[in-house]
């Protein structure tokens, strides 16, 4: 397996020539489109050489560029491609493209000072897993103990702001034809970037999961991996290790019951770091989250943490039950108080309240099954997302990214269960606290 390029220039080039065979693919279309030649057939055939063309080259780059396409996965159901295409893409949330051992080796012997043996009695050569950032392996400390190595992929770091830059690039255009402004663009990239280089540093992330660890100690239904923090350094972090097994699996083998107590564990999660930590974990996706055959449900990845301002949090949470009792006045001065709505358009708050009603009426309708007919959370918030677009007046506070992201993920993860839940019931019990 080809290394990926660590330079900034060469990430660019390969960010730069994977979007324009992209483009050209869909240029092509655009000509069978006007020629009376395109079908169905040619335009989904695309969309799968894309879709395998962006998973192959994300996954060689790693990095935030492969962070990234990660996220298009995992809301590729809201985009109407063909299941091959989500398929090919959700591949992201699962594998990079591994990294040669010798460099592993050459890392943790630079950060840790010495060589494998004078800190750990075994260390396995083969990965657990190859993500966005890093590469994980199985070890044995000098105790005996279990432990699992993360590694960050070297050049990541240096690449992160040219890939973030890459991605910026591609999106401004469109975002700019749809209205956005430059510095709401500008502020979305900078949060984006600000959370990225929290996760490079495992200071940090020792830092989190320590914090992690002792609030959820002791929790039947959520386990967190104890951390070495003495010996991690900013490039190799040092945790215990969690069982389980990952979503896919989970999912195929799991009975109801086990699904609904993984459902109710994820979400008691996910609401309860908001309640008890002003925080959340804002990295989502399926390879973060293992699961016992019974629904526990076991948390990696404690880089990107997002924490929160506690007026903020009251002031989003009081948007969201204003919604939730479907009170359409109070719902938008709640906007206009976060920074959401500039006050000054009313069609643009109608066109907000759209959304907003959207979602209430979704999350009043009672139980249903995640992904099932009842479900049609993402269809009905086409339309109005896409309007709300046109409105300037409108737009994303900073501190929203990554909360929505978590919540986000959080149905996402859901939809891939299957299981069963009451959205309104959710809330009344974790909004008021």
């Not at 990079?96 to 260390?123: D, I, K, N, S």
């Not at 070297?154 to 890939?163: K, L, N, S, Y």
């Not at 984006?192 to 002791?218: H, K, M, P």
Request: aromatic share 8%; proline share 4%; hydrophobic share 45%.
């Amino acid at each position: 397996m080809a290394d990926s390029p660590t330079s900034g220039w060469g990430r660019l080039a390969k960010l730069g020539a994977m979007t324009s065979r992209v483009a050209a693919s869909y240029v092509q279309e655009g000509v069978r489109h006007v020629l009376g030649t395109r079908t169905a057939a040619t335009t989904a055939a695309a969309h799968v050489r894309n879709a395998a063309d962006m998973a192959r080259q994300l996954a060689q780059l790693k990095g935030a560029a492969m962070k990234m396409g990660q996220q298009l996965a995992l809301f590729a159901d809201a985009l109407d491609l063909p299941p091959e295409v989500r398929e090919t893409l959700g591949s992201l949330n699962s594998r990079a493209a591994p990294v040669p051992f010798a460099q592993v080796r050459a890392t943790v012997e630079r950060e840790l000072g010495g060589t494998l043996a004078e800190h750990f009695a075994w260390f396995d050569e083969r990965p657990l897993g190859t993500a966005s950032l890093a590469q994980a392996h199985a070890a044995k400390d000098l105790s005996g103990r279990d432990v699992v190595v993360k590694v960050l992929h070297d050049g990541v770091a240096e690449g992160m702001r040219t890939d973030v830059a890459a991605f910026r690039a591609m999106l401004l255009p469109q975002l700019l034809a749809f209205g956005r402004k430059k510095s709401e663009i500008d502020e979305v990239f900078s949060e984006i970037e600000a959370r990225l280089a929290e996760e490079l540093d495992y200071v940090q992330e020792a830092y989190n999961l320590a914090e992690y660890a002792r609030v959820w100690a002791g929790d039947a239904d959520v386990s967190v991996p104890g951390v070495d923090v003495e010996r991690s350094t900013r490039r190799v972090l040092i945790m215990g290790r969690v069982s389980g097994v990952d979503l896919d699996t989970f999912a195929g083998m799991a009975s109801e019951a086990s699904k609904a107590r993984a459902a109710a564990a994820l979400s008691r999660f996910t609401f309860g770091q908001l309640t008890r930590q002003r925080a959340v974990h804002a990295d989502p996706h399926p390879g973060n989250f293992l699961f016992t055959a019974d629904g526990a449900v076991g948390v990696l990845d404690f880089g990107c943490i997002k924490r929160f301002d506690p007026y903020f949090l009251e002031a989003w949470a009081g948007i969201a039950w204003d919604v939730l009792e479907d009170r359409r006045d109070a719902a938008l001065a709640g906007c206009v108080e976060l920074g959401a709505w500039d006050g000054a358009d009313p069609a643009a708050g109608d066109a907000l309240w759209r959304l907003l009603s959207t979602i209430g009426v979704a999350f009043r309708q009672g139980p249903i099954v995640l992904g099932g007919p009842q479900d049609t959370m993402l269809e009905d918030l086409r339309a109005p997302a896409l309007a709300l677009l046109r409105f300037p007046a409108v737009r994303a506070p900073r501190d929203v990214v990554f909360l929505h992201r978590a919540l986000g993920g959080l149905y996402m993860l859901g939809r891939q269960l299957g299981i069963r839940v009451d959205f309104a019931e959710t809330l009344r019990t974790f909004l008021p606290r």
